[in-house]
Nanobody, 124 residues
């Protein structure tokens, strides 16, 4: 089992920045990939960004490409999401996710491990 704890959410004005962090604990030796999903009010949960647990092969959904950057520090079992140039459309609950070897993070039904979520609100 793997436990995920997010931090760093909050409220920010349009154009602002936030950095989300997620610390993994438990059976982290077997992790292959970590990332972030989000769910806005009235919308389906969507994949935002994912990365190999030991670095590399980063993915960012088109709507955040160029504004968000995912990174990982394996020595700290922590994945980050740097979010710049935030817009109201980025308002959502952001969930940290993780998958062990043999599993993936393509869609919500694929994800084996979820964090509790952290709220990001972008509003003037």
């Amino acid at each position: 089992q793997v436990q995920l704890v997010e931090s760093g959410g909050g409220s920010v004005q349009p154009g602002g920045s936030l950095r989300l962090s997620c610390v993994a604990s438990g059976d982290t030796y077997n992790l292959s990939r970590m990332g972030w999903f989000r769910q806005a009010p009235g919308k389906e949960r969507e994949r935002v960004a994912t990365i190999n647990y030991r670095g590399g092969n980063a993915f960012h959904v088109a709507s955040v490409r160029g504004r968000f950057t995912i990174s990982v520090d394996t020595s700290k079992s922590t994945v980050y999401l740097q979010m710049n140039s935030l817009t109201p459309d980025d308002t959502a609950v952001y969930y940290c996710v993780a998958a062990p070897d043999g599993e993936n993070l393509y869609g919500p039904t694929d994800v084996p491990y979820w964090g509790q979520g952290t709220q990001v609100t972008v509003s003037s």
